[in-house]
């Protein structure tokens, strides 16, 4: 990797990439009077591991978001903290494993007496990006809660376009009264399809903001259910003999087209190289749903398996980090927050310590070690964890031990040859386990294995209910 970095400046590399400690106040990490970079977190929805060009994928065209990996690093092994969209959103957005805070399964549908979602007590990557005086906008799917006081612009962000539920029609914006399309506070009867409004509005937020450090996150809900794509997307793919795939090339092809347009925007303002980029899925594919395809693994969308919680994963910064980079080892979402925080100079509270690490000087070679010894998952009986090569899953009651190395489907078990690592994987996750808050919420997912022990809730008050906010 240093052969492929070393036009970069060491010295640069060193002052910018370096993250503020505990209690430092802020300082931008460029030069002395130049503005702040920028960070732009593109959310895809249910997008399969194999769904980009860069990926492998070789029926559908994502020139734009494959241009991202181009010009930046894209990961072999980047996780989720959830194969499910709304818990994996309240990791990403916090920095931390969600389950510490209760945010373990997704909501119910939206509704008048829906009251779950990020709890209030959590701070949002915007609000750390507005406290230090950035511009802070959300484009899209929200899924963080239902009520005003969980919604976008009371969670930190200045501008909102977007609906709050999980999924919503593409075509019909007054499809479900209870998740209305919002413009802020105010619902609005959109007109275009949904994923060139969304893009559309994520061009204006960066054209209105371009001379100001912002933060923009872009949360499609392509290529999410129902699946509904325009003629025009889908032409192209007349060729794809599965219906559903065709349309789904299509939506996507509407996502990698807004990415191109944002990206333009980017570049027609001069703003492209301060401006870091990160492009993610929120979980892996649901083929039977949508014909994503999470090849070479096994798994899907709910699933601790590794089609459910590896992802398409690529970040750009150019200038900052080598371009056209594949960088092995495990990251997570949760590394997105604190690395963000660290190209823009930003603390962390040393009362908020965060699950995820900065990944700049990995990216460039400043550290040559893995950012993470072990990565967790829990999803209500499902458990898993990662340490090097070797995962532990607890899934349908059962145990099994992978080494990803040589089995990345995980079809051959290494429980039996292996007990003493099956031992300690499975110490390690309970002991991780223990710490973490009971779910919030339930449902037809959360209920524990047998005989596993209740987790623990920190820090309730007393007298405050299960679910109840303060």
Same mark, same amino acid.
């Given at each position: ?71 930046? #690093? ?14 994996? *959103? ?6 931390? =494993? ?20 990020? &709890? ?50 593409? #075509? ?47 949360? =499609? ?9 325009? /003629? ?13 795939? !065709? ?45 994503? *395809? ?8 709910? !699933? ?40 823009? +100079? ?10 995820? #690490?900065?990944?700049?000087? =990995? ?9 993470? /010894? ?5 999803? +209500?009986? !499902? ?9 532990? #899953?607890?899934?349908?009651?059962? /145990? ?18 292996? &007990? ?9 996750? $309970? /002991? ?9 919420? $339930?449902?037809?997912?959360? *209920? ?14 007393? +007298? !405050? ?6």
């Amino acid at each position: 990797m240093r052969k492929d970095i070393a036009f970069l400046a060491i010295g640069m590399a060193i002052s910018f990439l370096r993250a503020p400690t505990h209690g430092q106040s802020a300082t931008p990490p460029t030069q002395a009077g130049a503005k702040r970079p920028n960070v732009i977190v593109i959310v895809a929805d249910d997008m399969g591991y194999a769904d980009l060009g860069c990926q492998g994928a070789k029926d559908v065209r994502t020139p734009h978001i494959d241009s991202l990996a181009a010009n930046g #690093v894209r990961f072999t092994d980047g996780y989720v903290s959830c194969p499910v969209c709304s818990p994996t *959103r309240a990791g990403l957005i916090t920095g931390r =494993y969600q389950q510490r805070f209760g945010h373990e399964l997704n909501p119910p549908p939206p509704g008048q007496a829906s009251t779950e979602g990020l &709890p209030l007590t959590e701070k949002t990557m915007a609000d750390y990006f507005k406290q230090a005086g950035y511009v802070t906008g959300a484009v899209g799917k929200w899924h963080l809660g239902y009520q005003p006081a969980m919604r976008p612009t009371r969670r930190g962000f200045d501008e909102f376009f977007g609906f709050p539920g999980g999924s919503h029609s593409y #075509v019909d914006a007054r499809a479900d009264a209870n998740n209305p399309i919002l413009r802020g506070t105010e619902p609005v009867n959109e007109k275009e399809y949904l994923t060139d409004a969304f893009s559309r509005e994520a061009v204006a937020f960066v054209n209105r903001h371009a001379d100001k450090p912002f933060f923009l996150y872009l949360a =499609y809900n392509a290529i999410h259910g129902p699946m509904q794509s325009p /003629e025009s997307y889908k032409e192209p793919y007349a060729a794809i003999a599965d219906p559903k795939r !065709q349309t789904m090339a299509g939506m996507l092809a509407a996502m990698d087209t807004g990415v191109g347009q944002l990206l333009d925007a980017l570049r027609q303002r001069n703003i492209e190289d301060n401006t870091l980029i990160f492009f993610i899925s929120d979980n892996g594919g649901p083929t039977a749903v949508n014909a994503s *395809r999470n090849h070479p693994f096994s798994g899907f969308k709910g !699933q601790v398996l590794e089609g459910g919680i590896r992802v398409p994963f690529i970040v750009q910064f150019k200038g900052r980090i080598p371009g056209g980079k594949v960088y092995r080892q495990p990251v997570i979402a949760l590394d997105i927050l604190p690395t963000a925080l660290a190209a823009a +100079g930003i603390s962390v509270p040393a009362d908020r310590p965060l699950d995820g #690490v900065n990944l700049l000087p =990995y990216l460039t070679g400043e550290k040559n070690t893995a950012p993470h /010894e072990t990565l967790y998952w829990r999803f +209500g009986p !499902q458990a898993a964890i990662r340490r090097g090569n070797y995962k532990w #899953v607890r899934r349908d009651g059962e /145990e099994k031990l992978f080494d990803l190395a040589v089995d990345p489907a995980e079809q051959h078990d290494l429980s039996a040859d292996k &007990p003493q690592l099956v031992k300690e994987l499975r110490a390690a996750w $309970q /002991e991780w386990s223990a710490g973490l808050a009971e779910p919030l919420w $339930q449902g037809r997912r959360a *209920r524990r294995a047998p005989g596993e022990p209740r987790p623990a809730v920190p820090n309730r008050p007393a +007298g !405050q209910r299960r679910g109840q906010r303060t």
